[in-house]
């Protein structure tokens, strides 16, 4: 029995459905020779950084209490400053998202009577309770504690450079907020060069400045990072990509020295920083998650770009389109229907190692305007490094797609997904 009449019996998928994956992955033979090479870079970069700082077992040993001389932490963050090409960095099991991570980092820079400025539209949701545009007064957000916000939308998926030169010339700006990835909208995401372009236009008006940026997803799909290209401070979650599957939990920020103490001193506090903050036995994991995580990168971008040629083929709109450059791990496809999008997250579903059985439905997710319908069955709670996709059922039915911790298991999800697609098609 080959391949295809094993996930024909197997997973009770069509002929032409396996048949239609089989020549999608054909057409974007080049790019896999492309995202290949991006993720061995990133392998050796991190493999160097390994060596270089002589990692060995007594680094992962679990430390308790106050957490003094945590080596296994001390030698993990300079391996992160080293692999994102930053002075310093911050590796921590307690941050529980990227959400309180990247509070950390505006919290741990931002004074009273100071300016924050998003230059790439309105930063990610989460954040907005955060900085004080949402929520309730008295909460402790950034407003609450009187620091001011300005946003500058996107024009056309592009940064309104005219509009943040005005801004940046009228008054002191103290930082901007820069998101890499589109999240779960439909704009472009930046490569680390394209973020590097626009901290050198901000420096360029402004040299002090501090330039942020949310690097959710965008972790290892390009060969650098932004702050090898002179970003101040980026900041991501150990669940999405430099946890590489492996991390359970956790948070991290790079970049300058003086801004890293900074930070430090609000994710523990003032005085005590770094120095203390017991591991108790996460470090290996870390560890054994970085050094994984350029491969767990390559296989979700894989799977990425599998689902665009497929969806392509079939004539949905895709972004990004398979031979597109990819900066990040998010595929969106453009369904237009609402049966047809749910018929997919219910396939993506079964590509899941965990609650493959369960089929997701639409529901009234807290926060939201519309109902969600999500697929999701991860070792980790919510990991979206593993396979996962989240639709909101509004027009025009855009469904996003996201990770794989092997290849071959997302293919399966979406070859499933697709199968139910067609199986619609035909009714
Ligand atoms: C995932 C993500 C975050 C943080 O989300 P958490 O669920 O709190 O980890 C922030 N920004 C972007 C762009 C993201 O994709």
Request: proline residues 4%; glycine residues 10%; contains cysteine.
């Amino acid at each position: 029995m080959d391949k295809t009449e094993y996930v024909m019996e197997a997973f009770g998928v069509s002929r032409r459905s396996a048949e239609l994956v089989a020549e999608a992955e054909k057409a974007i033979s080049d790019k896999f020779k492309e995202l290949e090479e991006i993720s061995e870079i990133n392998q050796l970069k991190v493999m160097r950084a390994f060596s270089d700082n002589r990692v060995s077992e007594r680094h992962f040993m679990p430390t308790t209490g106050y957490g003094y001389d945590d080596d296994g932490r001390d030698t993990l963050d300079k391996i992160y400053a080293q692999v994102f090409g930053a002075e310093d960095a911050l590796v921590r099991h307690n941050w529980v998202n990227g959400s309180h991570t990247l509070a950390t980092m505006l919290y741990g820079v931002l004074r009273p009577g100071d300016t924050l400025l998003a230059i790439t539209g309105k930063p990610y949701d989460t954040l907005e309770e955060v900085i004080g545009i949402a929520g309730k007064e008295g909460n402790g957000s950034l407003k609450d504690f009187g620091i001011n916000y300005e946003q500058i939308d996107l024009v056309d998926g592009e940064v309104d450079y005219n509009s943040v030169k005005r801004s940046l010339q009228s008054k002191k700006i103290r930082a901007v907020m820069i998101q890499r990835s589109k999240g779960y909208g439909w704009r472009p995401t930046y490569s680390a060069e394209k973020i590097g372009e626009i901290v050198s236009f901000v420096k360029g008006i402004s040299p002090e400045t501090i330039c942020m940026v949310d690097n959710c997803y965008g972790e290892f799909a390009d060969i650098k990072e932004p702050t090898d290209f002179g970003a101040d401070l980026i900041a991501g979650s150990l669940i999405k990509n430099p946890g590489g599957g492996i991390a359970p939990t956790g948070g991290y920020i790079a970049g300058r020295r003086d801004l890293i103490e900074l930070c430090s001193y609000r994710m523990t506090c003032v005085g005590i920083g770094r120095e203390c903050g017991a591991t108790l036995g996460f470090n290996r994991q870390a560890y054994q998650g970085l050094f994984m995580a350029p491969h767990t990168v390559l296989q979700a971008m894989k799977a990425a770009t599998l689902c665009a040629s497929v969806f392509s083929i079939l004539g949905y709109e895709t972004d990004p389109k398979p031979n597109d450059g990819r900066h990040d791990i998010i595929q969106s496809v453009k369904f237009g229907d609402k049966d047809k999008m749910i018929a997919f997250i219910q396939g993506i579903q079964k590509g899941a190692p965990v609650d493959s059985f369960v089929v997701p439905e639409p529901w009234d997710m807290p926060g939201y305007q519309d109902q969600v319908i999500m697929a999701a069955g991860a070792f980790v709670q919510g990991s979206s490094i593993e396979l996962s996709a989240d639709a909101p059922l509004r027009e025009p039915y855009i469904a996003y797609m996201q990770g794989g911790l092997t290849y071959e298991s997302a293919k399966l999800g979406i070859t499933v997904a697709v199968d139910n697609i067609l199986k619609i098609v035909q009714a």
